[in-house]
C-alpha cells in the first residue's frame, strides 16, 4: 500500500498565509526530505532531515519519526510558491530507499 | 556545489523501440543513484537503488531485463527502458549522493514520450 501520504492534496491560499503541509508514513523512516517539483517537473530539494526541526528562508520542515510524521510550514506565501510539493521518506533497510507521496497541489492567489 | 546533469530532456520513441538516458554527477561522487519513474497522474516510484561496487536493487515490478543499469564509475550512470511502449510513458529522474544520510540530488529528468 502507498508508504506516504500527505495532506491535503490541493490547497488554495491567499497571498500573505501561511501553510501547512502534513507527511505521514506507514512505515520507519530514516529522514524526510521535502521538494518543490516545477511545472516541468524537475525536483527543487527544499529540506532534509532525520528529526526535529529546521528551517530556511519561510520553510521550516518538522520530523517527528517515532510517530510516523512530518510537516512542511510555509510562512507569508508568495504566488511564485505555488506549484506540487512532495515529501519523501526514507527507509534504511540497508540501501536507502527514498519513497513519495503524491503531493500536495499549492495555489497562492492575490 | 553538488549538480545532477540528466540527458536527454525529453524523448519521443515508437512504441517497441528502447530509449537510453544518463545522468551525470557534478561536484561530488555519486556513490549510490536512485532511478524514479513518475508516469501521467501517478507519483514517483522507485525502479531501481544502484550502488558502486554493490548489485542494482529492482523495486518490485521493474526489472533488470526492462530497466537495465549500468553505474561505472562515482560521477556516471545510465538507464534504458527497453521495447518501450504506452505504460512507460513519464518522468524519469535519477537522484544521486554521495553517502547515506546525505542529502539526494536530483536531475531536471528525462521526458520519456511513446507513440
Known amino acids: 500500500g502507498q508508504q506516504v501520504q500527505q495532506s491535503p492534496a490541493s490547497l488554495v491560499l491567499q497571498e500573505g498565509e501561511n501553510a501547512e503541509l502534513q507527511c505521514n508514513f506507514s512505515s520507519t523512516a530514516t529522514r524526510l526530505q521535502w521538494f518543490y517539483q516545477r511545472p516541468g517537473g524537475s525536483l527543487v530539494s527544499l529540506l532534509s532531515?532525520?528529526?526535529g526541526t529546521k528551517h530556511t528562508g519561510r520553510l521550516t520542515s518538522t520530523t517527528v519519526t517515532k510517530e510516523r510524521r512530518g510537516s512542511l510550514h510555509i510562512s507569508s506565501s508568495q504566488i511564485t510558491d505555488s506549484g506540487t510539493y512532495l515529501c519523501a521518506m526514507e527507509r534504511n533497510t540497508g540501501y536507502q530507499n527514498f519513497y513519495f507521496g503524491k503531493g500536495t497541489s499549492l495555489t497562492v492567489i492575490p | 556545489g553538488a549538480l545532477v546533469y540528466q540527458y536527454p530532456r525529453r524523448t519521443i520513441c515508437k512504441s517497441g523501440t528502447s530509449m537510453r538516458m544518463e545522468c551525470q554527477a557534478v561536484g561530488f561522487q555519486a556513490t549510490s543513484v536512485a532511478w524514479y519513474r513518475q508516469s501521467p497522474q501517478k507519483t514517483f516510484e522507485l525502479i531501481a537503488l544502484?550502488?558502486?561496487?554493490?548489485?542494482?536493487?529492482?523495486e518490485q515490478n521493474f526489472t533488470q531485463e526492462k530497466f537495465p543499469i549500468s553505474h561505472p564509475n562515482l560521477s556516471f550512470s545510465s538507464m534504458t527502458v527497453l521495447n518501450a511502449y504506452l505504460e512507460d510513458r513519464g518522468l524519469y529522474l535519477c537522484?544521486?549522493?554521495?553517502?547515506?544520510?546525505?542529502?539526494?540530488?536530483f536531475g531536471e529528468g528525462s521526458r520519456l514520450i511513446v507513440v
Open positions: 537522484g544521486a549522493r554521495q553517502n547515506s544520510g546525505n542529502t539526494l540530488y
Open positions: 544502484s550502488t558502486v561496487n554493490s548489485a542494482i536493487k529492482y
Open positions: 532531515n532525520p528529526s
